[in-house]
Nanobody, 124 residues
Framework: VQLQASGGGLVQTGGSLRLSCAAS????????MGWYRQAPGKQRDVVAS???????TYADSVKGRFTISRDNAKNMVYLQMNSPKPEDTAVYYC???????????????????WGPGTLVTVSS
């Protein structure tokens, strides 16, 4: 699975920005997709995720401001960032998770794939 993110850049506080991520390769094996971010000197943390079913989860810090969506037909995942804050400044990484199952449907393996990241800078 290969991931390529785009859409990063400079945005002002209160503005909006949309990140996009295109998946290619063994896309049929992808289950969950998500966005993570890493600010300078900090660990990489999850921002939002979307399951194959469409179920979404968000970090508390972005709830109500960011929206993750997924287009399975186009093999894309998006992150709509509304009202960003300076503390949202980070490198954003697209993530895809694949799962393998046995003949009974039990999960036998999970693997994470990462895109190269796109920088988002929020100015005050």
């Amino acid at each position: 699975v290969q991931l390529q993110a785009s859409g990063g850049g400079l945005v002002q506080t209160g503005g909006s920005l949309r990140l996009s991520c295109a998946a290619s390769g063994r896309i049929e094996s992808i289950s969950d997709m998500g966005w993570y971010r890493q600010a300078p000197g900090k660990q990489r943390d999850v921002v939002a995720s979307v399951a194959l079913s469409g179920y979404t989860t968000y970090a508390d810090s972005v709830k109500g401001r960011f929206t993750i969506s997924r287009d399975n037909a186009k093999n894309m995942v998006y992150l709509q960032m509304n009202s960003p804050k300076p503390e949202d400044t980070a490198v954003y990484y697209c993530n895809a998770q694949t799962t393998t199952r046995d003949w009974l449907g039990a999960i036998t393996g999970v693997k994470d794939y990462w895109g190269p990241g796109t920088l988002v800078t929020v100015s005050s």
